[in-house]
């Protein structure tokens, strides 16, 4: 975070009063006597090599400087106000190269609001330091003492208020920006028709079926728009399916049908299915077979083997290993187009030589369709941007598992190059977490600089609003001060240590 200096509007007695307390951070030094400290505690670097270049900037745009940090005042005071009685707040998770490197940026915007605001008030920079104390990094200014006390209380208030106020400003410009990336990629790529796949790692179930460039178009029928329609549709899918395993049981030998999908299978191809074996009334196949069974059906009369739906006397008579590969080639039946959940039968659309069946759910698995294309490939070239599902460019696989961790253990976006450089693939995905680490690290950044506590802008800001603006005696200002950061510390250390607590346990 960053650190800061302690520049009250004071007179001169009561500077020479207060003289034997020593400064938690160094404050500021002569030019002559620059140089790095090193502590047990504490230690920093300077840096001079910028001080005349920023103070010639704020002479230069002085006028347009001073309305700027004005603007400022306003949200830092109220944001003072209000900032410690906030009991939560909540943290965009991203890698620790993007919160590294956002808070690098919202740390420097900080610092330079500080410095460009002191040199439109004529204030020179002695020097910025960046620094470790504890072990906690962060970065801070020092001016030109006599020339800090000669500010007015509006110009101080300007220069302490600077930093909040920039890095404010900053986390709004990052969250413009991350608003408007589909309009400003626009002519380099394609957004909101399907979620792309930047990266499948070898440890996701879907590494044998997906990779890098693939685009997901449909979960069991279900076109996807987006990578939160892939997250959301994967948690439905799962909620209904074990929601069918109470509603849709067959008979005291807990099997059951998927409810929400049923295949036309040819009766021949029934009659040379091999033998399903059970196991504690669980069907059980192997290899490439899975267990389907026979869906009552209103229009379905195809029922081979005796079995029809008030045949309950042997409801194993029903059941099937069929190979999974084959079924994709098969035509649809049951409730495809929405979930059935409390009604067991359906209309079918199977001829008379064929026979509805479903894939026999098993405890805590799930079974989805996930039909892909792959726009890259050369079939798919001349209909990159709008290819069709049914084209040879595009494919469909069965899953059987867990769904929702199957849904997360792939890295998608929802941007698509328009042109095939892989390289391009990464650009959004990187902009996009660069953008939203950005917005939440320079907006906590701000807030946490607002709280009235010790070593933080907060209190060079109570500091100077108590002496400057109000009428008690100089000792009673230094107790209202003290009670005021010493409530204000101990209310933040609460309220950090609250929220690391829920951030470890959540």
Known sequence: MPGRWRRSKRSMAQVDVHAHIPSLLPLTTSRKGISNAISCWYCDYKITSFNELIFQFGRRHARALRTWFSIGIGFSLAALAVVATISSCSFFPAGAGYIIISTLISVAF????????????GVKLEYVAVFIALLFPGALVAFNHDALQ????FSALRIYCAGIWHNTALSAASGLI??????????????????????????????????????ILSLDGMHVHSVDDWINLSAEISELTFQNETHSRLGENNLMANGRRGYCFPNFMLKESNKVQFTH???????????????????????????????????KEGIY????????????????????????????????????????????????????????????????EYPLPSSNCSGTFIFVGDV???????????????????????????LEKILSC?????????????????????????EILIFQLT????????????????????ISIFLLLRIFFHLLIS
């Open 110 to 121: 900080h610092e330079f609001g500080h410095a460009a605001a002191a040199a439109s008030e």
């Open 150 to 153: 000669d500010s007015s209380c």
């Open 178 to 215: 991350l608003f408007f990336l589909p309009l400003i990629l626009f002519p380099l790529y394609i957004h909101g028709q399907s979620p792309m796949v930047l990266d499948v790692p070898y440890t996701s179930p879907l590494s044998s079926y997906l990779s890098h460039g693939h685009v």
């Open 281 to 315: 009334d669980q069907a059980t196949c192997f290899g490439d077979f899975t267990s389907f069974t026979s869906i009552p059906c209103v229009s379905s009369t195809g029922l081979i083997d005796g079995y029809t739906e008030d045949n309950n006397s042997n409801r």
């Open 321 to 384: 290993c069929l190979n999974v590969n084959d079924v994709m080639k098969l035509n649809k039946c049951s409730s495809w187009d929405k979930a059935v959940i409390n009604d067991n039968t359906s209309s079918c659309m199977c001829s008379r030589d064929e026979t509805c069946l479903s894939p026999v759910q098993m405890p805590g698995l799930v079974w989805v369709e996930i039909t892909y294309l792959n726009p890259y490939s050369s079939d798919c070239f001349y209909s990159r």
């Open 404 to 430: 929702v961790s199957m849904a997360r253990s792939i890295q998608l976006t929802m941007y698509r190059p328009r042109f095939d450089f892989h390289f391009a693939t990464y650009l959004p995905d990187v």
């Open 438 to 462: 950005l917005f939440h690290t320079s907006l906590a950044l701000a807030l946490l600089n607002s709280l009235p506590v010790y070593c933080l802008d907060g209190e060079s800001i109570l």
């Open 471 to 490: 009428s008690l005696s100089p000792r009673n200002k230094e107790k209202v001060l003290r009670s005021f950061l010493i409530a204000g510390t101990l």
